[in-house]
C-alpha cells in the first residue's frame, strides 16, 4: 500500500518537478565454519545464523534514494538472502521530507517502514554493521523484531550555522505494527548475526514446550514482526548530539505501548516492550574509533504471565591502518524473568568476543575474515533435552562487492 502510494505520488508530480537518482548495492558471499548448536532459523537453538559448514549469500543489498526536487526523497532498501523464511523482500522504504531553511533549526519527517536513529554500529549500507560482518547482539536483535512502520518529526540545530562545535537532532515517532516485539528476545533470547527481517517474514525459533502446548499458550514457534495485533499506537523520543566529527551520543526511549491481554488468531500474543538505549562513537584518533552502547528494558505478555528484564551492551574498536581495517568488540546479553508462570524457563544470559579483519582490494571489492567466542546459558535448553550452557566458536571469510 505505502509503495503504490508513493509510485503514484511521484507520477503525479513527475512533470512538474526534476528528478536525482541513486543507488547503492552490497554483495557478499560467506564460508561459515562453526559447532554450533542447529541455528533457530532452522527451529534449533543455536543463536548463530547457520550451523556446522555453510557458504551463504549473507547479504545483497540494493540501496535506492530519488530526490524529488530539493526537499522530498524516498528511499528503498531491498535485500536477498540464501536462507530463512523468504529470501527476497523489503527492509526499508520511506518517504523524507526535507525542507531546506537558512536559519540555524529545521526539520525533518519520515513516513514509512524504517528504522530509528539509535544504532552508532549498523550505520553502513542498508543498515549493515560498519566495522563487523556480525552485528552486535543488540543489534542483531533490533535487525529481527524493530522496525518503525509509521512517522517520524525531526528537530535539528546545526552546528555549523551557529558557529559552534555541536549539532543536535530531536526526535520523536509514532507507529503500529511492533506489537510482537519482545517474543524472540523471551522465548530464544539474544542471538548474534548479521540478517536483517524481511518486511512480511516469519521468524522461527526452537519449539519449546511451554510455549505450544495448549495446556500453557498455545502459541506457534516462530514469530512475526511488524505485526499489529491490539490497534494502539506506540512512540519513541530520542536525542542525539555530535561534537564536530570526534563525538557521537544518542539516547532513545521507545515504548510500543501494546496491550499485553491481547492475541489475534494465529496465537501471536502482543508483548509490550519499552527500553532505554544510550549509544556513543568516539573518534580517539583518526584511525582508531570506539563505540559503546547499552540497552535496559523489560517486556510483558499476558497479565505478567510472561514478564522478563533485558540487558545488552557493547564495546568495539576499530582501528584503521592504510588498507587495512582491525576490530574487535566485546557483547554482555542477560534476560531474566519475574513472571507467573515458572514451568516457562525464560532466564538466559551470555558474551561474545568477536574480532574481524577487513582488507580494501579495491573501491569496489573487500575481503573480511572474523572470529567469534561465545560462552551461554539459556535455562530452557533442557526442555528440548539440551544442556542449558553452551560454548560456541564461529569463523567465517568473506567477500564483498560494493557499487
Do not use: C
Amino acid at each position: 500500500m505505502f509503495l503504490r502510494f508513493s509510485i503514484g505520488l511521484l507520477l503525479l508530480i513527475k512533470s512538474t518537478v526534476s528528478f536525482a537518482f541513486s543507488v547503492e548495492g552490497v554483495i557478499r558471499l560467506s564460508s561459515v565454519s562453526n559447532n554450533a548448536q542447529p541455528s533457530f532459523f532452522d527451529k534449533g537453538n543455536g543463536i548463530f545464523r547457520s550451523d556446522g559448514n555453510d557458504l551463504l549469500l549473507s547479504q545483497a543489498i540494493l540501496s535506492t534514494q530519488v530526490d524529488v526536487g530539493k526537499s522530498l526523497v524516498l528511499h528503498s532498501v531491498a535485500n536477498a538472502y540464501s536462507d530463512g523464511d523468504k529470501q527476497l523482500g523489503l527492509t526499508q522504504a520511506y518517504l523524507e521530507y526535507r525542507p531546506l531553511s537558512p536559519g540555524v533549526f529545521r526539520w525533518s519527517s519520515r513516513a514509512g517502514l524504517f528504522y530509528p536513529r539509535l544504532s552508532v554500529e549498523n550505520t553502513d549500507v542498508g543498515w549493515l554493521a560498519n566495522h563487523f560482518i556480525t552485528s552486535s547482539a543488540l543489534n542483531s536483535w533490533i535487525g529481527e523484531e524493530l522496525r518503525v512502520p509509521g512517522l517520524e518529526l525531526s528537530l535539528h540545530r546545526s552546528g555549523r550555522k551557529a558557529k559552534s562545535p555541536w549539532s543536535f537532532r530531536f526526535d520523536l515517532g509514532a507507529y503500529k505494527g511492533n506489537d510482537t516485539t519482545g517474543t524472540l528476545l523471551t522465548w530464544r533470547g539474544f542471538a548474534i548475526h548479521d540478517r536483517q527481517t524481511l518486511h512480511h517474514e516469519r521468524v522461527e525459533f526452537a519449539p519449546l514446550p511451554s510455549v505450544i502446548s495448549p495446556d500453557y499458550f498455545n502459541a506457534p514457534s516462530w514469530t512475526e514482526p511488524f505485526t499489529e495485533v491490539d490497534g494502539k499506537v506506540g512512540f519513541y523520543v530520542g536525542a542525539q548530539a555530535q561534537y564536530v566529527r570526534k563525538l557521537d551520543i544518542r539516547y532513545f526511549i521507545y515504548d510500543n505501548r501494546a496491550n499485553p491481554l491481547k492475541v489475534n488468531e494465529q496465537r501471536l500474543y502482543a508483548w509490550h516492550t519499552k527500553f532505554h538505549s544510550l549509544a556513543t562513537r568516539y573518534l580517539m584518533t583518526p584511525n582508531l574509533t570506539l563505540s559503546l552502547h547499552l540497552m535496559d528494558g523489560a517486556t510483558e505478555m499476558g497479565s505478567r504471565l510472561v514478564y522478563a528484564d533485558f540487558r545488552a551492551a557493547y564495546g568495539a574498536f576499530s582501528y584503521t591502518q592504510g588498507a587495512h581495517k582491525y576490530s574487535v568488540r566485546l557483547d554482555l546479553f542477560d534476560v531474566k524473568e519475574d513472571d507467573l508462570v515458572p514451568k516457562d524457563y525464560n532466564d538466559s544470559h551470555g558474551h561474545a568476543l568477536t574480532i574481524n579483519w577487513t582488507y580494501r582490494l579495491s573501491n569496489n571489492w573487500q575481503v573480511t575474515a572474523e572470529g567469534i567466542y561465545t560462552k551461554h546459558r539459556f535455562e530452557n535448553r533442557p526442555s528440548l533435552a539440551i544442556a542449558d550452557k553452551q560454548r560456541d566458536y564461529q569463523g567465517q571469510l568473506a567477500m564483498t562487492y560494493r557499487f
